[in-house]
Nanobody, 128 residues
Framework: QVQLVESGGGLVQAGGSLRLSCAAS????????MGWFRQAPGKEREFVAA????????YHADSVKGRFTISRDNAKNTVYLQMNSLKPEDTAVYYC?????????????????????WGQGTQVTVSS
């Protein structure tokens, strides 16, 4: 079992920045690929960014590319999402997710059903 706890959400004006953190506990963090997803009111959950177990491979959704950056620190059991140039349409609950990696040659994962564990989410609100 892996426990994931997100933090860093809040209210920010358009154009501002936030950094989300997701702290993992319970298992060896480097055995997991990680991802960030978000869900806005009335909308389906959507992929935001993903990172491989070692952090060498990352992938960002087109909607956030160039503005958001995913990273991880395996020594701190934490994955981050740096969000810059925020827009009102970025308003959502942001979730981190973990997928157990059995083949270390694997990369990142962008589909929510591929993930094994989820955090409780953190609210990000961007005002115009």
């Amino acid at each position: 079992q892996v426990q994931l706890v997100e933090s860093g959400g809040g209210l920010v004006q358009a154009g501002g920045s936030l950094r989300l953190s997701c702290a993992a506990s319970g298992r060896t963090f480097s055995n997991y690929a990680m991802g960030w997803f978000r869900q806005a009111p009335g909308k389906e959950r959507e992929f935001v960014a993903a990172i491989s177990w070692g952090g060498l491979r990352t992938y960002h959704a087109d909607s956030v590319k160039g503005r958001f950056t995913i990273s991880r620190d395996n020594a701190k059991n934490t994955v981050y999402l740096q969000m810059n140039s925020l827009k009102p349409e970025d308003t959502a609950v942001y979730y981190c997710a973990a997928k157990l990696v059995t083949d270390k040659r694997s990369g990142y994962y962008s589909r929510d059903y591929e993930y094994d564990y989820w955090g409780q989410g953190t609210q990000v609100t961007v005002s115009s």
